[in-house]
């Protein structure tokens, strides 16, 4: 039955937003612990710990999220654990994230001149020292413009957890246009909202990355 | 924990799963080659010193690069009937794709049209090559050579994205994956089964486009 849509409406998708947003912060702070350790193990000096997060990340940027997402999701159900959808998706954007994460800040711990390393030795400093006090300070510098880019990858990916029914921006649209069919004043809601939210950050990362370039 | 895998359902239907994975090759390359045209326009448009030209395709790169694929598809699949646009699922999931890769995929041609140098062009008519040659070697082959791993990664990402459009029921991989899981309730083993797919397909398509560039630019000399 169609109905006209309403104020009602407007409140409903706007409200979702908040379950966008702590999505993306739960799979942005999940995904940065988690890709922090992936990106360790990527520069380690033991062989099958490089190798191993080296498939870790080809997997995860190798298969679809969605694919992601519907693998936990179902795959939980058969094995008798009801996660529910919200668990599910942040779940598995969470390891999503981290396989991100884990490849832009190896690349950020790379970029550090191998003189960093050999002057923090010299002076003494065991491996995990010369991380710690040397080498992640700096790379941490380099890491922040595309992290913060990262974040708008995050933001825009938590609206697949709407095709496994877990209410945020994106399903609460299809809520609304499934019982009003104004499809073009929701969904241009819908992409207005994360507009919003995504566009100021991209252009601080933008305007982070200008300002690191020019030192 | 005593789940038993079965994964004969799942091979017995292998033949809507290669279907499926069939149509979703078909519709990376459809949607990557209408889209690099799109980008070669747009990245001339943003060359063409015309400032609201310029600002308009900024605007729609802006305006894609943040908004989800899936709310694009959404807009494109259901929005666009009610101004009269009605488009098959195929369809509208290509027209899709196409809005959503060439906002990427301008900024790349942009930037290796850009990495051509002025020089070089005088340089070759110098050397008494014709303006075709000089329009084949010169900047064609160079620019191409520049822009060819960020296009292939590109391409990637694209094979991948596809999936999203199972939403609006493509028949694309995953959208035929949710089909046998809801006849045969095999939804571990189907979505192994995808995931392994997806990422063969991934793997298989860095490896060729990694086998033709060493074929296609083994002149001018990469420096």
Same mark, same amino acid.
């Given at each position: 039955?169609?109905?006209?849509?309403?104020?009602?409406?407007?409140?409903?998708?706007?409200?979702?937003?908040?379950?966008?947003?702590?999505?993306?912060?739960?799979?942005?702070?999940?995904?940065?612990?988690?890709?922090l350790?992936?990106? &360790?193990?990527?520069?380690?000096?033991r062989?099958?710990?490089?190798?191993?997060?080296?498939?870790?990340i080809?997997v995860?940027?190798g298969?679809?999220? &969605?694919?992601?997402?519907?693998?936990?999701?179902?795959?939980?159900?058969?094995?008798?654990?009801?996660?529910?959808?919200?668990?599910?998706?942040?779940?598995?954007?969470?390891?999503?994230?981290?396989?991100?994460?884990?490849?832009i800040?190896?690349?950020?711990?790379?970029?550090?001149?191998?003189?960093?390393?050999?002057?923090?030795?010299a002076?003494?400093?065991?491996?995990?020292?010369?991380?710690r006090?040397?080498? &992640?300070?700096?790379?941490?510098?380099?890491?922040?413009?595309?992290?913060?880019g990262?974040?708008?990858?995050?933001?825009k990916?938590t609206? &697949?957890?709407?095709?496994?029914?877990?209410?945020?921006?994106?399903?609460?649209?299809?809520?609304?246009?499934n019982?009003?069919?104004?499809?073009?004043?929701?969904?241009?809601?819908?992409?207005?909202?994360?507009?919003?939210?995504?566009?100021?950050?991209?252009?601080?990362?933008?305007?982070?990355?200008?300002?690191?370039?020019a030192? | 924990?005593?789940?038993?895998?079965?994964?004969?359902?799942?091979?017995?239907?292998?033949?809507s799963?290669? =279907?499926?994975?069939?149509?979703?090759?078909?519709?990376?390359?459809?949607? =990557?080659?209408?889209?690099?045209?799109?980008?070669?326009?747009?990245?001339?448009?943003?060359?063409?010193?015309i400032?609201?030209?310029?600002?308009?395709?900024?605007?729609?790169?802006e305006?894609?690069?943040?908004?989800? @694929? @899936?709310?694009?598809?959404?807009?494109?699949?259901f929005?666009?009937?009610?101004?009269?646009?009605?488009?098959?699922?195929?369809?509208?999931?290509?027209?899709?794709?196409?809005?959503?890769?060439?906002?990427?995929?301008?900024?790349?041609?942009?930037?290796?049209?850009?990495?051509?140098?002025?020089?070089?062009?005088?340089?070759?008519?110098?050397?008494?090559?014709?303006?075709?040659?000089?329009?084949? @070697?010169?900047?064609?082959?160079?620019?191409?050579r520049?822009?060819?791993?960020?296009?292939?990664?590109?391409?990637?990402?694209?094979?991948?994205?596809?999936?999203?459009?199972?939403?609006?029921?493509?028949?694309?991989?995953?959208?035929?994956?949710?089909?046998i899981?809801?006849?045969?309730?095999?939804?571990?083993?189907?979505?192994?089964?995808?995931?392994?797919?997806?990422?063969?397909?991934?793997?298989?398509?860095?490896?060729?486009?990694?086998?033709?560039?060493?074929?296609?630019?083994?002149?001018?000399?990469a420096?």
């Amino acid at each position: 039955m169609l109905r006209p849509i309403g104020i009602g409406d407007f409140i409903f998708i706007l409200l979702a937003v908040r379950w966008t947003i702590a999505l993306s912060l739960m799979a942005f702070l999940g995904g940065g612990v988690v890709g922090l350790g992936v990106a &360790l193990a990527r520069v380690s000096r033991r062989r099958w710990v490089r190798s191993a997060s080296a498939w870790f990340i080809r997997v995860i940027q190798g298969t679809p999220l &969605l694919t992601q997402i519907f693998l936990v999701f179902f795959g939980a159900a058969m094995l008798g654990w009801d996660i529910g959808a919200m668990l599910a998706a942040a779940a598995c954007l969470t390891i999503n994230t981290a396989g991100f994460l884990g490849e832009i800040w190896r690349g950020c711990i790379e970029a550090i001149p191998a003189g960093q390393w050999q002057a923090a030795e010299a002076l003494g400093l065991r491996r995990m020292q010369v991380l710690r006090h040397v080498v &992640l300070p700096q790379a941490a510098r380099l890491s922040i413009p595309p992290t913060v880019g990262c974040l708008v990858h995050v933001i825009k990916g938590t609206s &697949l957890a709407a095709l496994i029914g877990f209410v945020e921006l994106s399903r609460a649209g299809q809520i609304v246009n499934n019982s009003t069919y104004d499809p073009m004043l929701v969904f241009g809601t819908v992409g207005a909202l994360y507009f919003a939210l995504c566009w100021p950050i991209s252009r601080l990362s933008a305007r982070l990355e200008r300002r690191l370039a020019a030192g | 924990m005593s789940y038993q895998f079965d994964f004969s359902p799942v091979f017995d239907a292998w033949e809507s799963l290669a =279907m499926g994975a069939w149509l979703t090759i078909r519709l990376a390359a459809i949607s =990557m080659a209408i889209g690099l045209v799109v980008s070669v326009l747009l990245a001339f448009g943003k060359l063409s010193g015309i400032a609201w030209l310029r600002r308009a395709i900024d605007a729609y790169i802006e305006l894609i690069r943040n908004t989800p @694929l @899936l709310v694009q598809i959404f807009f494109v699949y259901f929005g666009l009937p009610a101004i009269g646009i009605r488009l098959r699922p195929d369809t509208a999931a290509v027209v899709a794709l196409v809005i959503n890769a060439a906002a990427y995929t301008t900024e790349i041609i942009r930037a290796g049209i850009e990495s051509v140098h002025r020089g070089q062009l005088e340089a070759g008519t110098a050397l008494g090559l014709t303006r075709v040659q000089v329009f084949r @070697l010169i900047v064609l082959k160079p620019a191409f050579r520049a822009v060819y791993p960020s296009i292939t990664t590109q391409f990637n990402v694209l094979l991948l994205s596809t999936s999203i459009v199972s939403a609006i029921a493509a028949n694309e991989l995953t959208h035929e994956a949710e089909y046998i899981n809801s006849i045969t309730f095999r939804s571990f083993e189907i979505y192994i089964v995808v995931a392994v797919i997806y990422f063969a397909m991934s793997l298989g398509f860095s490896a060729i486009f990694a086998a033709m560039q060493s074929r296609l630019f083994t002149w001018p000399d990469a420096h």
